[in-house]
């Protein structure tokens, strides 16, 4: 289930960056720190994001799952940026449109098909915006992972 890929050390909240290059950095080095990743990984997600983004808008906010091979990856795991002011993203159907994102989840899964149903089940919660919502309102991580397990508690990529 996707809640059990959480992680309260890889959780962003509120980071001070206004780059995406810089936070997905940022986000890999977490996710390398914690044993999720091999140091290739985050230039990788950064190579990928330029090729083929990840921005998904959706009512109200907008999300970015940003995701490198599977080759990268040791174990799975996500990591989870909460923003308080958006950084542009290119759309995943559109790479010549910029859109705003709110929320970045990017994905460490150890195999091809654990990705791809980590991505369909993402993509299912966020149509609970009003549960990502309150998600922005959280003060501490502890707090964020109570959230997101809750908005994960229905999704299971298995």
């Given amino acids: 289930m996707l809640k059990n890929y959480l992680n309260e050390n890889c959780i ?6 206004d780059d995406k290059f810089k936070l997905l950095g940022n986000m890999s080095d977490l996710l390398m720190r914690e044993g999720y990743v091999t140091e290739d990984f985050g230039q990788r997600v950064i190579e ?3 090729v083929f983004p ?3 808008p959706m ?4 999300f970015a799952i940003p995701h490198a091979d599977v080759k990268y990856v040791k174990k799975s795991g996500l990591c989870i940026a909460i923003l308080d002011k958006p950084i542009s993203f290119f759309r995943m159907d559109d790479n010549n449109v910029a859109i705003d994102i709110d929320f970045v989840v990017m994905i460490a899964m150890k195999n091809p098909d654990e990705q791809l149903k980590t991505l369909q089940s993402l993509i299912d919660s966020f149509n609970n915006i009003e549960g990502w919502l309150e998600l922005r309102r959280v003060s501490r991580v502890q707090e964020a992972i109570e959230r997101l397990k809750e908005l994960f508690k229905s999704f299971s990529p298995n």
């Avoid at 962003?12 to 960056?17: A, G, K």
């Fill in 48 to 50: 990928r994001e330029k």
């Fill in 59 to 62: 009512e109200k906010v907008g």
């Fill in 12 to 17: 962003l909240l509120r980071p001070e960056v």
């Fill in 54 to 56: 990840t921005g998904l």
